[in-house]
């Protein structure tokens, strides 16, 4: 089992829809989850970190974090073709020093 | 969020060489990492790198392939030695600080003929 799974995608939704990404993780001593967008041939740019259950809002983004179903998700309101890109789960392992990441999951937002 | 750079940001190689590649900090971190993204793949850390300590590395990777010096708070470097086509992806190295966030270097993008 992967530490931590997101699936692959694509993942096309039209212009100013909502788009929903989700990661499962399996350490349940994880206490730190991000997401990290990344457009083709750039490096990961940090979306969201959040550390607690609940969701958290920054501008059109949203994360929410279920630490007993060990489930993070993204959301993106009002997607816009800027928005395609992959976008990769990260979780924060129970020995702080280790980071794990998905395989990420290719966005399409089609005008 | 720190501002990270690579040198090379690309390089050709030839197979049996070696090449280092150094990553600065314009601001003093604890952690970085250094990372390898095959094409169209997710990130694989390859190791560890706090100041002070010996580089931890993770399964698969050794430091006689890619040893690792992380001379100050600022500065890392990777070299990936005795190179095989195999060795051809983008190394990425990151750092991060008391909240865990990552923050990502632009990339090394090595291709080894």
């Known amino acids: 089992q992967k530490e931590v799974e997101q699936n692959s995608g694509p993942l096309s939704v039209p212009e100013g829809a909502i788009a929903s990404l989700n990661c499962t993780y399996s350490d349940r001593g994880s206490q730190s989850f991000f997401w990290y967008r990344q457009y083709s041939g750039k490096s990961p740019e940090l979306i969201m970190s959040?550390?607690?259950?609940g969701d958290k809002e920054d501008g059109r983004f949203t994360a929410q974090l279920n630490k007993a179903s060990q489930y993070v998700s993204l959301l993106i309101r009002d997607s816009q073709p800027s928005d395609s890109a992959t976008y990769l789960c990260?979780?924060?392992?129970?020995?702080?020093?280790?980071?794990?990441f998905g395989s990420g999951t290719k966005l399409n937002v089609k005008p | 969020s720190a501002v990270i750079s690579q040198k090379p940001s690309r390089d050709i190689c030839q197979r049996g060489t070696s090449l280092t590649i150094q990553c600065q900090v314009d601001?003093?971190?604890?952690?970085m990492f250094w990372y390898r993204q095959q094409p169209g793949q997710s990130l694989t850390l390859i190791a560890t790198a706090n100041q002070g300590s010996e580089a931890t590395y993770e399964s698969g990777f050794v430091i006689d392939k890619f040893p690792i010096s992380r001379p100050n708070l600022t500065f890392s470097t990777l070299t990936v030695s005795n190179m095989s086509p195999e060795d051809s992806s983008i190394y990425l190295c990151s750092v991060a600080g008391t909240t865990y966030e990552q923050y990502f270097g632009p990339g090394t993008r090595l291709t080894v003929t």
């Open positions: 990260a979780v924060n392992g129970n020995n702080f020093n280790k980071f794990y």
């Open positions: 959040i550390y607690s259950n």
């Open positions: 601001s003093q971190v604890t952690m």
